[in-house]
DNA sequence: GGATCATATGCTT
DNA sequence: AAGCATATGATCC
């Protein structure tokens, strides 16, 4: 049985989904389809989580996740998680962490499933801002969040 | 600063 | 198995 949470946040609405173990995905939405089931307790534990990240707080552990990938994908999100709020990566260093190409970790981030709480807009490209599949003004909204409003995030993208 | 090529991975024939 | 698309990077000019 898959469950589903109905979050808006203050960057837009999301939809969480997950079963009863792990969260599967996330996605951000124009409009609600349905209703916010949260009978499963991940489901609360997630939108604790993102209470507290919107908050500005340090949202702390994520609750379990079980993201559908390769294994070089997971490998990459793995990374990714080992991130600190409001720390950012290019996609070159991340490649070097990996043994890959940055080419190839632009793609495998691209296919996050659970972006925010796999953090992909952490991820910056050498010389610009770099990509964002949800839309790039959201990574910038994320990433002004995360380093307080009055930061020095100036990019020309 | 723009054009071009090299490179790794995933998806589609 | 081969071709094509990528949320890049380095290297030309």
Redesign the pocket.
Known sequence: MLYSLNYSSPIGLIEVTGDENALKQLKFVDSFRGESYQHADILKDAEIWLDRYFSGKDPGTPPPMAPE?????QKVWNELMKLKRGELI????L?RR???????????????PL?LFIP??R??????L?????GIEL?KKLLLLESGGDNTLDFTV
Request: hydrophobic share 30%.
């Open positions: 990938g390769t294994s070089f994908q290019s996609y070159g260093e490649a990996v043994n890959s190409h940055a080419r190839a970790v632009g793609q495998a981030v691209g296919r996050n972006p992909c807009h991820i910056v490209a050498a010389h610009n770099g990509g964002y599949t949800p990574k």
